[in-house]
Structures are given as structure tokens and as C-alpha cells.
């Protein structure tokens, strides 16, 4: 099946539908989890978001956040969600190719996110090793993913990590 589909840099009209994506992919669950604690420091870089559009309906949603640790900076990809009508259709793929696109052309040196291996790893992502990096709530560390754009980029993501707004400039 193919379906219409229009990608758009997302818009402030879009947050109510990007909402209710996210509630029905994931549930009041997700308000516990480690990214959205993360993400919960500070604002999400709308220009380097994106939403698929059926018509004037948000389908799929694809959000990205600067974030930090240690000296190294990054976007953190999430949350990524689709309408379960529009699933396995290339959307997901399509979502994370743009914002890493976008990522690159912006600069950014490294995109990470909390996601299951076997979807991101096709996408460009690989585990970071475990004991490199750490989230203000537990998480499952075999699911920490990194795309590196600048080399040597995801090596200076060390410690803690949070959104970027939160963390002290640190030398680089
Ligand atoms: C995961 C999700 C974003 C994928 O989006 P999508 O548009 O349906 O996926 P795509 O069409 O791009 O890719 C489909 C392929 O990915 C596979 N896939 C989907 N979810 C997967 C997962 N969690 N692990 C491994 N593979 C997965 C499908 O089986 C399919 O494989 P195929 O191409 O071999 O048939 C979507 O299913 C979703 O919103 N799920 C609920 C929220 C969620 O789990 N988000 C990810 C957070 S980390």
C-alpha cells in the first residue's frame, strides 16, 4: 500500500496532533522515561522536526532536542511515532532520514536517541559503549544509539547527559 504523504518541518499548529501521537505510541508511560526527562530541560529544535502530513493530518511525528555531556554536544532524536493506519510504510525510515539530513546540514555533530537497535541500526545507529554515557533516569544502556556525523563526536559525549540549555558550556 502507498499512501499520500506530505514531510514538512514541523509548526507550533502541529503540537495538539503530535500530542496525541505520542500518547497513543507510548502512553502515560512516557512522561517516566529518561529521554523525556531530558528532553523536559528545555525547548525542541522545531526547524530540525518533522512531521508526514495525509492531507491536513499529522501522521508521524519525528522530534529532535539539543542536548550535552560532557564535551560533547548533540541532537537526541524522540520521540519518532506513527499513526498505527500509516505504519510499516516507510514513514518511521523516511522521518529519521530528514532529521539526520537536517542535523548535518545544521552542523550538528552527533544525533543519539533511546530506541530499539534492530529498527535504528539500519537507520546509521550504533551502540554507544556501555559506561560512556548516563541519563537522569534509568534506562536500558544497550538501547543508548548514536549516529556520528563529525568524527570523533560521539567519543566527547561523556557523563551525564541533558539538554543542552541545563549544561554549563564546557571547553572544548
Ligand atoms: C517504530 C515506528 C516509529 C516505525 O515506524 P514505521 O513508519 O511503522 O516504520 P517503517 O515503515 O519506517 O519501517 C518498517 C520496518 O521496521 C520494522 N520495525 C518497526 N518497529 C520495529 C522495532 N521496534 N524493531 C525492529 N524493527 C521494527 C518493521 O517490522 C518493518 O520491517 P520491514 O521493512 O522489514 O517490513 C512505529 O512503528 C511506531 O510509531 N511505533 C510506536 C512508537 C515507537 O515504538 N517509536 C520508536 C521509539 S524508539
Redesign the pocket.
Known amino acids: 500500500m502507498t499512501a499520500a504523504v506530505n514531510y514538512l518541518p514541523e509548526d507550533p499548529a502541529h503540537d495538539a496532533e503530535i500530542e496525541h501521537i505520542n500518547e497513543e ?2 502512553g502515560p508511560g512516557r512522561f517516566a522515561r529518561a529521554a523525556y526527562k531530558i528532553r523536559e530541560g528545555g525547548p525542541h529544535e522545531r526547524a530540525l522536526s518533522f512531521v508526514a502530513l495525509n492531507g491536513d493530518t499529522v501522521v ?1 511525528s519525528v522530534r529532535m532536542t539539543r542536548v550535552a555531556a560532557g564535551a560533547g554536544r548533540a541532537l537526541m532524536l ?5 499513526r498505527p493506519t ?9 522521518l529519521v532520514a530528514m532529521a539526520l539530513e537536517a542535523a548535518a546540514k545544521a552542523g550538528v555533530p552527533a544525533v543519539l ?4 537497535e ?3 541500526g539500519p537507520l546509521g545507529f550504533k551502540k554507544i559503549p556501555r559506561g560512556q554515557i548516563s541519563m537522569p533516569r534509568p534506562v536500558d544502556l544497550d538501547r543508548v544509539l548514536s549516529h556520528e556525523i563529525a568524527p570523533g563526536a560521539v567519543a566527547k559525549l561523556t557523563g551525564m547527559i541533558d539538554h543542552e540549555d541545563k549544561v554549563q558550556a564546557v571547553p572544548a
Open positions: 505510541a507510548f508521524a524522540g520521540p519518532l511515532a506513527v500509516f505504519k510499516n510504510l516507510g514513514i518511521g525510515r523516511r536517541l533511546v530506541g530499539d534492530p529498527y535504528y
